[in-house]
């Protein structure tokens, strides 16, 4: 029983090892978009749920108080997409603008480094039935003003938000998102 298990779980880490496929889809000086698809073996009902906790899948490497058990997302129009600091502060990442429940959900606002710029950005997921999968869809349109332009950028915003969708693939699959927990969890 044990090494089916252990193959169950070796086969589980196999699929999770598919990425996500990510791309800078245009840049300009003012503008970039990026798009970004990953597969996630589960219906889009399992996908959506877990995409909703997280503080259990987004990467505490890319948050302010470098934990992201302190991240939240409120599923509603107006909700927030926000993390709670040290001593009472607080940082309103996103706005939810539109939710779909197990569709869709857009998100406006400037991530980490641009939130300090003059950047205005929409960031919508899609979770899309594929078989008894879903593939999951990140697009991020954001412009305005950034030091040396969006192309300077644009494929840093790119990769961090690939190895979200990457996180959110493994929580999924494995109920861990972190791979280096996965990779020791396997025997």
Not at 64 to 84: I, K, Q, R, V
Request: glycine share 8%.
């Amino acid at each position: 029983m044990r090494h089916i298990l252990a193959g169950v779980l070796l086969t589980l880490v196999a699929a999770s090892a598919i990425t996500a496929r990510a791309e800078v889809v245009a840049a300009s000086a003012n503008a970039a978009s990026v798009r970004i698809a990953v597969p996630i073996a589960a219906a889009p009902d399992k996908v959506y749920a877990s995409f909703l906790a997280i503080s259990r899948w987004w990467d505490k490497e890319h948050t302010y108080s470098g934990d992201a058990a302190n991240l939240s997302l409120t599923p509603t129009a107006g909700g927030c997409f926000c993390e709670s600091l040290p001593g009472g502060g607080s940082v309103l990442h996103m706005t939810v603008v539109n939710v779909a429940p197990n569709q869709r959900m857009t998100l406006s606002g400037a991530l980490g480094p641009l939130q300090t710029a003059g950047i205005a950005g929409a960031l919508s997921f899609s979770f899309v039935p594929k078989d008894a999968a879903t593939e999951v869809i990140l697009v991020y349109n954001f412009a305005g003003f950034y030091p040396n332009g969006l192309p300077s950028i644009a494929g840093g915003v790119n990769a961090v938000l690939q190895t979200q969708m990457e996180r959110l693939k493994r929580l999924v699959e494995t109920g861990i998102a972190d791979e280096k927990a996965v990779k020791s969890a396997t025997p």
